[in-house]
C-alpha cells in the first residue's frame, strides 16, 4: 500500500523524530512510504487567527502537493482534522470541490489509519511502565478518535493504561488561544496534569504533539516526574 506523508510544521521543526517513528511503525506494517520534500502548512493556523484569504492560497498549495490516489497520513489530528473538516468551507463552489471531497476520504490521522484501514491493533511495541491517554479535542471531536489509540496502546507489551479524570477536557492549548488567554490555559494545563499525576502514571500519550508541547512546558516548569509521549514513539519502541 502507497501512502503519503503529511509532516505539520511544527512535527517538522520540533520533534522530527515522531515522523521517523511513524515512518518505521508503518514500513513494518508493509506500506510504501513517500514524502513529498515540497509540502509546508495545511493553513490552519491562519484560518484560526482570522487569514483566510491566505489560508487559501496555502491550502490550494496543499491540495497539490497531495494530489492523487494514495492514502495521506499524519501524525496530528488537528491539522487532519482542520483538512477533512474545513477545505470544503473554503473551497465552496470552487473548481476544486470534488477534489477536495476526495481528499477527505483519503487522509488519516496515524492510529485510525493503523485500526480502520489497516485493520492492526498489535505493533509488537513493548514500553515498561504506567501510563494514561490525553484525548485531544480534535481527535476527539473533530476526528471522533477515542477508542483506537486505547486498543494501540493495551497492546504494548509491559504498558499498564489508567484513564485520568475529566480525561476528554481540552488540555488549555487550542493554538493561539494559549497566547492570548494565557493564565485560562496555564489553569487547564495545571488540571490535565494533576489529573494525570493522580493515576501515578510515568508516562502522558496523546496523537497530538500540539497538546503534548503545552503539558510538557508546564510539566518541565513545575518539576513534576511525567513525560511526555506521541502515540506514534511508544509504537515504535521496543522492536
Same mark, same amino acid.
Given at each position: 500500500?502507497?501512502?503519503?506523508?503529511?509532516?505539520?510544521?511544527?512535527? @517538522?521543526?520540533?520533534?522530527?523524530? +515522531?515522523?521517523?517513528?511513524?515512518?518505521?511503525?508503518?514500513?513494518?506494517?508493509?506500506? $510504501?512510504?513517500?514524502?513529498?520534500?515540497?509540502? $509546508?502548512?495545511?493553513?490552519?493556523?491562519?484560518?484560526?487567527?482570522?487569514?483566510?484569504?491566505?489560508?487559501? @492560497?496555502?491550502? +490550494? *498549495?496543499?491540495?497539490? @502537493?497531495?494530489?492523487?490516489?494514495?492514502?495521506?497520513? !499524519?501524525?496530528? &489530528?488537528?491539522? +487532519?482534522?482542520?483538512?477533512?473538516?474545513?477545505?470544503?468551507?473554503? /473551497?465552496?463552489? #470552487? #473548481?476544486?470541490?470534488?477534489?477536495?471531497?476526495?481528499?477527505?476520504?483519503?487522509?488519516? =490521522?496515524?492510529?485510525?489509519?493503523? $485500526? @480502520?484501514?489497516?485493520?492492526?491493533?498489535?505493533?509488537?511495541?513493548?514500553?515498561?511502565?504506567?501510563?494514561?491517554?490525553?484525548? #485531544?479535542? &480534535?481527535?476527539?471531536?473533530?476526528?471522533?478518535?477515542?477508542?483506537?489509540?486505547?486498543?494501540?496502546?493495551?497492546?504494548?507489551?509491559?504498558? =499498564?493504561?489508567?484513564?485520568?479524570?475529566?480525561?476528554? +477536557?481540552?488540555?488549555?492549548?487550542?493554538? $493561539?488561544?494559549?497566547?492570548? /488567554?494565557?493564565?485560562? #490555559?496555564?489553569?487547564?494545563?495545571?488540571?490535565?496534569?494533576?489529573? !494525570?499525576?493522580?493515576?501515578?502514571?510515568?508516562?502522558?500519550?496523546? %496523537?497530538?504533539?500540539?497538546?503534548?508541547?503545552?503539558?510538557?512546558?508546564?510539566?518541565?516548569? *513545575?518539576?513534576?516526574?511525567?513525560? %511526555?509521549?506521541?502515540?506514534?514513539?511508544?509504537? !515504535?519502541?521496543?522492536?
Amino acid at each position: 500500500m502507497n501512502v503519503q506523508l503529511f509532516i505539520p510544521c511544527f512535527v @517538522d521543526q520540533l520533534y522530527p523524530q +515522531t515522523a521517523f517513528n511513524m515512518v518505521k511503525v508503518l514500513e513494518k506494517l508493509g506500506c $510504501t512510504v513517500h514524502y513529498n520534500a515540497n509540502q $509546508t502548512c495545511c493553513g490552519q493556523p491562519a484560518f484560526n487567527a482570522g487569514f483566510q484569504h491566505e489560508c487559501k @492560497d496555502v491550502a +490550494t *498549495k496543499f491540495l497539490k @502537493d497531495f494530489s492523487g490516489s494514495d492514502f495521506i497520513v !499524519a501524525p496530528s &489530528a488537528s491539522c +487532519t482534522g482542520f483538512v477533512r473538516n474545513y477545505y470544503g468551507k473554503i /473551497f465552496d463552489n #470552487s #473548481s476544486v470541490h470534488n477534489e477536495v471531497k476526495d481528499m477527505g476520504k483519503r487522509l488519516y =490521522e496515524f492510529s485510525e489509519f493503523l $485500526t @480502520d484501514v489497516l485493520k492492526v491493533d498489535n505493533v509488537g511495541a513493548k514500553l515498561e511502565g504506567k501510563a494514561t491517554y490525553h484525548d #485531544s479535542c &480534535a481527535g476527539l471531536r473533530e476526528c471522533k478518535i477515542k477508542e483506537g489509540p486505547r486498543k494501540l496502546l493495551n497492546n504494548v507489551q509491559g504498558l =499498564e493504561l489508567v484513564e485520568m479524570n475529566d480525561v476528554e +477536557t481540552c488540555c488549555g492549548f487550542g493554538g $493561539t488561544f494559549a497566547v492570548k /488567554f494565557e493564565p485560562i #490555559s496555564v489553569a487547564m494545563a495545571d488540571q490535565k496534569v494533576n489529573n !494525570a499525576l493522580a493515576t501515578g502514571a510515568q508516562y502522558m500519550i496523546s %496523537t497530538d504533539l500540539s497538546c503534548l508541547m503545552h503539558l510538557e512546558g508546564y510539566i518541565k516548569q *513545575k518539576g513534576h516526574n511525567l513525560r %511526555t509521549l506521541h502515540l506514534a514513539d511508544v509504537l !515504535a519502541n521496543g522492536w
